[in-house]
């Protein structure tokens, strides 16, 4: 079942592209955080996707948030991903697809991975979720236009 805005986040725990474990609950209390979920490292779409967060990544930072990237993807892949395109933000590899299957992010076509951004306040409430497969780029926008209206309220 799928979360719904309003609803904590499940929290996953999950290796970085530099193999130290992430733990979602690590960031309550302490900032925002947006965790998107992208089919797969280095294809035109998820390329776009994780080139525009890094180049709006200086407004989430000034806003206090962090960006993770999730995908089933090795550590390996994430690392190579990581150093190709200079993304300053954590990249997790979830081969299990446990926080995948946790957080409900459907497939595509029943087969291709879903692209779903998500945006968790301080406390770990969902305030956002974007769903959209062709457009990447808007992805960043409407989380960005979250992450401000949290700082905003603040």
């Not at 799928?2 to 592209?17: D, E, R």
């Not at 962090?66 to 089933?72: E, K, L, P, R, T």
């Not at 697809?97 to 957080?103: D, I, Q, W």
């Amino acid at each position: 079942m799928a979360i719904a805005v309003g609803n904590k986040a499940p929290n996953f725990t999950l290796p970085s592209q530099s193999g130290t474990n992430i733990t979602l609950s690590q960031f309550l209390g302490k900032s925002p955080v947006v965790v998107y979920f992208y089919p797969k490292d280095d294809t035109p779409g998820c390329t776009m996707e994780a080139c525009q967060f890094r180049d709006e990544y200086q407004a989430f930072q000034d806003a206090g948030a962090v960006v993770i990237g999730i995908s089933s993807d090795s550590v390996a892949s994430h690392q190579s991903f990581v150093d190709k395109h200079n993304l300053p933000f954590v990249l997790l590899s979830d081969v299990k697809n446990e926080a995948r299957n946790a957080f409900g992010v459907p497939n595509t076509l029943w087969v291709m991975p879903g692209r779903v951004t998500y945006v968790i306040d301080k406390e770990g409430v969902v305030k956002s979720i974007f769903n959209n497969m062709l457009d990447a780029k808007a992805h960043v926008s409407e989380a960005l236009k979250t992450i401000e209206g949290l700082t905003t309220v603040a």
